[in-house]
């Protein structure tokens, strides 16, 4: 599995050992903000807005550590007006 900061559109499989992932991104993003991830990958929900994937031996773990993020997120909109809301 491949991951990107962006929405994934086409999957192909080319052989047995040969995937290519296609990912789409309409929002401008800076490159040093852009995120690319590979391997046995799981994702997991935090809540309705948030997730994150990780190793599948290691989905347990980041979970526990970013389960907060929500609160985060609402933390950080109250000066900006609810942007991030």
Do not use: C, H
Request: negative net charge; proline residues 2%.
């Amino acid at each position: 599995m491949v991951v990107v900061s962006g929405k994934l559109i086409a999957q192909t499989d080319l052989d047995a050992s040969t995937t290519t992932y296609v990912y789409e991104q309409v929002n401008q993003v800076p490159t040093y903000n852009i995120a690319i991830a590979a391997g046995s990958l799981e994702y997991r929900n935090l809540n309705t807005r948030t997730g994150l994937w990780a190793e599948k031996t290691l989905i347990d773990q980041a979970s526990e550590i970013f389960k907060e993020t929500e609160t985060f997120i609402k933390t950080v909109s109250i000066p900006y007006n609810s942007i991030f809301s």
